[in-house]
């Protein structure tokens, strides 16, 4: 029976490629949870917490972090902390903030999105010939910029680091903040072989994710200046995201970057596995020299199946993927997916898509 959310739980030996948020905390994890120190994380009295706080704002060269509970929170409280409703925030075409946040943005800040570039990436020119200046009699100012590293529906694209510090700088001279959906950052930073902190560098503000591909069960961490994480406290609250004794999630956070940054080449190589199959196929659009993380996405030709029948195929040969568009579909490879399950994973795959009925 389909859940609320539209999808079933899958048996265990399924191959779950649907999303990297799919993984079970390991025992290790586990472990580090249940032995965790807390507090009250309102009073700023939970000492794991801290302890991860501080962690990531030194990971990403920031004066300051703050853990809060999702990516989607992590992006609503950085527009709150840079925009006024009516603002106008340059976003790459086909951002999570716009697709993905069940229309949040519009809801909460009161700010207009404009999309620019294609593939998950775009300009230090596109966001110039986009932005609007503030004080014009007409136009909505634009007061801030939103880079997506990696970007998600574009396939795991990393964002060039050179635009990305293009974009600030140009950003900064017009007066107009930058923030990094850094939610996939350590995919970038591996894939790149850059630190997190040079890829952070140019931005205002930057989150990353611990529940995707470093496999925790939850939590966001924002970094910035103290300022900025002032304020971002006090949007969190606002957001009915202040927590108490999160030092639980925090320790999973911490684990996660222990234990799971370095293996997602792992991940990279199982998704190109994958890529190279599925490219084999005439019906599906995928070159996988652009598979570079853990994502990939490819699009179907008109002469063969859409992307429902792929998935329902798959899910009959017991692989889990995502229809992200008509005919359009994702797969994403995560710890709890091993190379020789993508190896079965990507044959099934390109199964469900040559098969004739
Ligand atoms: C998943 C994701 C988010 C949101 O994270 P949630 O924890 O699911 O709310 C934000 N940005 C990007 C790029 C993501 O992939």
Redo the contacts with the bound molecule.
Sequence with gaps: MAGLQGSTIPPVDEIDLR?D?VTRPSPGMRAAMAAAEVGDDQFGEDPTVNRLQERVAELLGKEAALWV???????QVALRVFTRPGDDVIVCRE???MW??TGAAAANAGVQFTEVGSGGVFTAADFLAARKPRGHLLYPPTTLVEV?D???RAGGVVFPPADAAAICSAAREQGTASYL????LFNAAIAGARRPADLAAPFDLV?I?L??GLGAP?G?VLAGSLDHIEAAIRYRRMSGGAMRQVGIFAAAGLYALDHNIGRLVEDHANARVIADRVAESARAILDPVTVRTNILVFRLTDDGPDAATVVARARERGVLVFAFGPRTVRAVTHLDVSKEACVRAASLLLEAIEASA
């Design positions: 999303s948020t509970p999702t990516g989607t929170m992590a992006n951002s999570h903030a993905h946040e997506e990696t970007h998600n959906d850094g939610a996939r989150s994710a529940s995707k939850g966001s």
